[in-house]
């Protein structure tokens, strides 16, 4: 057959065989495994992202006292990302506090690459202890902004910083804050 074709017919045939060579999927080079692995989402990941904070109260007793800060352990707070399409509980994971009121959410791999994760999430206090003294300030759609602490061989850590919610009836500009009591001594 090739040589009833010709020299323009065999160029033909191996650009054919070629572009179906090209054509096939990964499927069929690489086991599922293997595929799983150069995805990222094998035994061994590829990156890991975290996001960490505290979670923690501010009360204050009497105007000119003391502002008290004290951590909020049994809190459920979660990262959500916006990304493209509607399911956003699939672009979210939730922690709660540990017993002095940190947390660390461990994204799922299929966020690792949002492009400005730092601007496309945020953290939320979901619930509080139910004896906490304090509430989420602002409502409970509250968010707070992440930051980029760390950078590291395929590991990014994010934080979220201390998270400083309220009692409803305090008024922190009325109380004395520590920060500003340890500056004059």
């Known amino acids: 057959m090739v040589q009833q074709l010709g020299w323009a017919g065999s160029l033909l045939l191996v650009l054919l065989l070629l572009g179906a060579a090209a054509a096939r999927p990964m499927e069929l080079y690489f086991s599922a495994a293997e595929l799983a692995r150069i995805a990222g989402y094998g035994e061994e990941p590829v990156s890991s992202v975290s996001v960490s904070g505290q979670v923690a109260c501010e009360l204050c007793l009497r105007p000119g ?3 008290l800060t004290f951590e909020l352990p049994g809190s459920k707070v979660a990262v959500t990302c916006a990304t493209e399409g509607p ?4 672009n979210s994971a ?7 009121g940190n947390f660390t959410i461990e994204l799922p791999s299929w966020l690792h690459a949002t492009p400005s994760l730092e601007n496309a ?3 939320r206090v979901l619930e509080l202890p139910p004896d906490s003294p304090c ?3 602002g409502g409970r759609g509250s968010s707070y902004g992440l930051r980029l ?3 590291e061989d395929g590991a990014r850590a994010y934080t979220a910083g201390v998270i400083r919610l309220q009692h409803d009836d305090t008024r922190s500009g009325k109380c004395v804050k520590e920060q500003s009591r340890s500056g004059g001594r």
């Open 149 to 151: 602490s760390s950078s």
């Open 87 to 90: 399911n956003t509980v699939a």
């Open 121 to 123: 999430c945020s953290v």
């Open 65 to 67: 006292s003391d502002l």
């Open 135 to 137: 509430g989420v300030s």
């Open 94 to 100: 939730s922690a709660t506090t540990d017993e002095y």
